[in-house]
């Protein structure tokens, strides 16, 4: 696309367009959509957070995996003591089951699976029995929540997320307890004081880290219940084993059994529940509650107002999070898979077209080419720009419209006395009102535009008018190349020339769908030109907008990557924002104005259905989708396989430099920029995908964008060779 800028503000329709330039309202592009964006972020960032804690910082080691430490800390009147301890006084007090009581415990659901045949059982058999939850399964699963309480059980913590609360620092233990109680308020309005933390077993195998933790969430009011027979089913040891760990002892003090009601297979417990529960019946013992079983008064209550919405709200975030994996995930799928796509179907395109471009296009074109300059304070560099349109091998007039510059550009071209050189001057109207002034004081049928910034090989216009021999061709596309390339920002434009641009253009080429004829160097049939009435001014893109016309109208537009020109690149970040941004504004004027190419025939509806899809994907709807993207990438390394995230990142940045390696041989250019490709993935893939949303917003807002000129900086220079 062209790079020259103007000061004035074009309007985006024929009918403002008529009004004049005084009558132009300048309005300045909306703002608050970054707002907007960047709270859409934030929330997905919070989600992602909260949904990467919830599901990838899941402790599922078998109970036994913690390594206990020493003990000394513990009090020996605990270790001694019963299964529930209460720290919440001056001095621990612990509590036994009486005799003949059992307490039957189930850890770590619930599961959709084996929670509700575990409650049939119960049901069946009349027995009540406590459930320490995992906070994360009663927020997926409310339902079952709901049923238990209804049903007479009694409800525990077993945390969160399942995790070992000795070695957790105190912030996180608080934090599991309190998402686990909002959990329970939102599922069923309830809310416990019971807690068994994670990795425990008997009182008498409590560690000093288990202890602090114990001593902390006493301080916050919750009763410890460990335990006095642990199952064992999580082993999955078979059924006759899990009925004689819950029967190797003898008569004495009542029991607080253990087993699982989720967490994997549950089979072997469902059916040893079965023979178990009238087993011990049968033998006169009775089943409670915990807070039964010790004489305790029910620790579940009514939980307030307050936590019931926390915990609603907590539910379906979690719920909505779920959702937005789901959904970003195929939305990945998808993009990675059209990336690969568009990947192969480049460079398929490219190896074809450099075949197909060996052959000559008809007999050689010799007659004379009128050069438009379009110039605006092009003073720094303009005198480089037509001495290197006098250097060429093929016979051109140069006609340098002045578009009403303040810096002394006419007067420069002047007293230069170039030969076969005019100079026009008109009040500043704009580029695309200057170019129609040069289209209509050309003197030749073929037209080659050119921005002033641009300096042309010697072979450069021969190269550029031989596909006119095709009377079906009536535009050609050069190869435009960054002639300021130090620096990483140089550098970057420089591999986004070769490798974005040039392999879109032999893609587009060969599908015959060309959306854009750059204004640094372009060649058209004079006759056409005037039949679509010259370059348009609706749009801030008129190469884009005046190349679409000519597809339109039925004409062919090629590349012919030989004819080599070269333009400054913008310096800074300020001035490459700019620029992109007027370059992505009027392209979606561009595709807005020819959207009835999509429904056309012939060649409009190659440009309809191939160009502007094609521009619809890639420039505007991944680019949409980038900041996601990134946002997933870090959710990827943080919580889930970083080495899986980071070997795909790998993946996908190879063969960018794959593309790349192929995109340079194929221009002729050394390799050696391509060390700054990684890099470019961290700043300016970032800006240009942010200048295609502010684009995007702005056109949606209905704004209008200003011309602006670009800063030149005296780099221009007639270069020695390709």
Known sequence: MSTARRRRTPAPTRASARRGRRGVVRQRPLRTHWLLLTALLLTLTGALALQGYTQHSFDDRPDQAATPTSADAVPAAVRDGGPVIDTAGPQPRSATPGSGTVALTFDDGPDPTWTPQILDVLRKEGVHATFFVVGTQAAAHPDLIRRIVAEGHQIGVHTFTHTDLGPAPAWRRSLELRETQLALAGSAG?????????????????????????????????????????????????????????????????????????????????????????????????????????????????????????????????RSGNWVLTVLGWLLWAAGAISVLRAVAVLVAARRHKRLRRRPWGPPVTEPVSVIVPAYNESA???????????????????????????????????????????????????????????????????????????????????????????????????AKVINRGGLLGRWQHIEYVVGFNLDRRLFDLAECMPTVPGAVGAFRRSALLAVGGVGEETLAEDTDLTMAFCRAGWRVVYEERAK??????????????????????????????????????????????????????????????????????????????????????AFLLVQMLMGAYAFRLDKERLGPL??????????????????????????AGSRLRWQRMQRYGTLRVPAGG
């Open 381 to 479: 560099g303009i005198e480089a720009a037509l001495r290197s349109l006098l250097a060429s091998d093929h016979p051109v007039e140069l006609i340098v419209v002045d578009d009403g510059s303040t810096d002394g550009t006419a007067d420069l071209v002047e007293s230069l006395g170039l030969p076969y050189t005019r100079v026009i001057r008109q009040e500043n109207a704009g580029k695309p009102a200057a170019l129609n002034t040069g289209i209509a004081a050309a003197r030749a049928e073929l037209l080659v535009m050119v921005d002033g910034d641009t300096v042309f090989e010697p072979d450069a216009v021969r190269h550029l008018v031989q596909p006119f021999a095709d009377p079906s061709v009536g535009a050609v596309s050069g190869n």
């Open 190 to 318: 309830v809310t416990s004081s019971l807690l068994r933390p994670p990795y425990s077993s008997s009182a008498d195998a409590l560690d000093d880290r288990e202890w602090d933790a114990v001593q902390q969430a006493g301080r916050s009011g919750y009763l410890t219940v460990l335990t006095t027979q642990d199952s064992e089913d999580w082993q999955r040891p078979g059924i006759p084993q899990i009925l004689k760990a819950l029967d190797d002892r003898p008569g004495g003090p009542g029991q607080v059994m253990l087993m699982h009601d989720a967490g994997g297979d549950r089979s072997q417990t469902v059916a040893a529940l079965k023979t178990l529960l009238p087993e011990l019946k049968s033998r006169g013992l009775r089943f409670a509650t915990v807070s039964q079983a010790v004489g305790l008064s029910d620790p579940v209550h009514q939980a307030g107002t307050a936590d019931r919405l926390q915990g609603t709200a907590l539910i379906w975030i979690l």
């Open 565 to 650: 020109a070269w333009t400054e690149a913008p310096a800074s970040l300020g001035a490459l924002w700019r620029q992109r941004y007027r370059w992505c504004y009027g392209t979606l004027q561009a595709m807005w104005k020819h959207r009835g190419a999509l429904v056309q025939r012939g060649q409009a509806g190659k440009l309809g259905r191939r160009g502007l899809l094609y521009l619809l994907m890639f420039q505007v709807l991944l680019p949409l989708l980038a900041p996601v993207v990134d946002v997933f990438a870090l959710y990827g390394v943080v919580f889930l396989d970083p080495v899986r995230i980071i070997g795909t990142w790998a």
């Open 675 to 700: 060390w700054s490709l990684p890099l470019q993935q961290f700043v300016y893939r970032q800006l240009m995908y942010l200048v295609v949303i502010q684009s995007v917003f702005t056109a949606l």
